[in-house]
């Protein structure tokens, strides 16, 4: 290694659940991979999920472990960092135009956006 290589920092080096939280969850038979990739299979639980946190997937014939990239104003998006879902694409097709939702206090947004705006039709042009 030279001088110049990246090297992990010691303050850095944590056990996990000082960087993340791990959930579980059960789903039925019927639900697919692609159906938990969507952020809306969240919005219940949103206010509990972060960035980094883990959620393992147990369906009775497939099981995956997500990782939450984006958290917060009621989304969450995951990326898959396994499955066994055999007919599953291991990324989610991005839709082809993103939803958008109304955050009170802070208007507009495309979902998957972080960017506010002050009326429905400008978060719409810049989905």
């Known amino acids: 290694m030279n001088d110049s290589s990246p090297a992990c920092q010691p303050a850095k080096l944590q056990?996990?659940?000082?960087?993340?939280?791990s959930w579980a969850v059960p789903v039925d038979s019927g639900v697919t991979l692609e159906a938990?990739?969507?952020p809306k299979f969240w919005v219940h639980v949103s206010d509990r999920i972060g960035v980094n946190d883990t959620?393992?997937?147990?369906?009775?014939?497939?099981?995956?472990?997500?990782?939450?990239?984006?958290?917060?104003?009621?989304?969450?998006?995951?990326?898959?960092?396994?499955?066994?879902?055999?007919?599953?694409?291991?990324?989610?097709?991005?839709?082809?135009?993103?939803?958008?939702?109304?955050?009170p206090g802070k208007g507009w947004r495309p979902h998957g956006s972080a960017q506010f705006y002050a009326s429905r039709a400008e978060a719409e042009a810049a989905a």
């Open 15 to 21: 056990t996990p659940e000082y960087l993340h939280a």
């Open 36 to 38: 938990v990739s969507d």
């Open 55 to 103: 959620i393992e997937v147990v369906s009775p014939t497939w099981d995956a472990l997500l990782r939450v990239t984006v958290a917060g104003d009621g989304l969450i998006v995951t990326r898959v960092i396994y499955t066994n879902a055999h007919d599953a694409p291991l990324v989610a097709e991005k839709p082809k135009k993103a939803g958008i939702g109304f955050v």
